[in-house]
């Protein structure tokens, strides 16, 4: 899965986002409610697998007030990201930033709210992954949920949010981790609540046992 290591065999999940929208995009120089910009079109399912630079100049169809904002600058304007996140969120070539971004129906709200996951550049590894709700209808838009550590992944599912957080056991290789924590969240009042969760173990079937090696 984009955002996490590729250690291990995974157990096969099927994410669907109806009735999102899903861009990668580019930094421009907009505040958060500026002027529009746009991806680059609409995906059914899942991010889309590579970084998109988004030219202020081009002219793009109308789209609704939630995909005119600039995620990247309401990453780095947010003090509720940490500093070491700020820091990742560079452009990778050019002005292309290490950015998905999904749109969809989360909390309840009149607009569509944004499911923002930060990358490193070289490997695509997830190190934050963020929520943001329009606040009333202002174009403003809030930090209503937070997960920093890495490698971690958000995605929208048939409107609760999926978060998967790889996890390490003493002596994992940062490249090889043990397993995944693969959290629901459903937005309950005024806050996301834990719905429920599944840890997934690499490479060992269910039990917990170590899959057998086959003999010759």
Not at 84 to 92: A, D, G, H, I
Not at 100 to 129: F, K, M, Q, W
Not at 174 to 194: A, H, K, L, M, Q
Not at 195 to 215: K, L, Q
């Amino acid at each position: 899965m984009r955002g996490l290591t590729g250690a291990g065999p995974r157990t096969a999940r099927t994410t669907r986002a109806a009735g999102t929208t899903t861009v990668v995009v580019a930094a421009l120089a907009l505040g958060a409610a500026g002027c529009g910009t746009g991806g680059t079109g609409a995906r059914d399912e899942g991010p889309a697998s590579g970084y998109t630079t988004v030219s202020p100049t081009a002219e793009l169809p109308a789209r609704a007030p939630e995909d005119r904002v600039d995620p990247v600058r309401l990453v780095q304007d947010d003090p509720k990201v940490s500093a070491e996140v700020k820091r990742e969120l560079k452009p990778c070539v050019a002005d292309e930033y290490p950015v998905d971004v999904s749109y969809g129906r989360l909390t309840g709200g009149s607009a569509d709210d944004i499911v923002v996951n930060v990358l490193t550049c070289g490997d695509a590894v997830g190190v934050g992954s963020y929520v943001y709700r329009e606040e009333d209808g202002s174009g403003s838009y809030r930090n209503v949920f937070a997960a920093e550590e890495p490698p971690v992944y958000a995605e929208l599912d048939r409107g609760d949010l999926v978060v998967t957080n790889q996890v390490y056991d003493p002596g994992d290789p940062v490249s090889s981790p043990s397993g995944e924590n693969v959290i629901t969240y459903r937005w309950s009042g005024d806050r996301f609540v834990e719905e429920f969760r599944t840890h997934n173990d690499y490479g060992r079937v269910a039990g917990g046992e170590p899959t057998p090696v086959p003999e010759e």
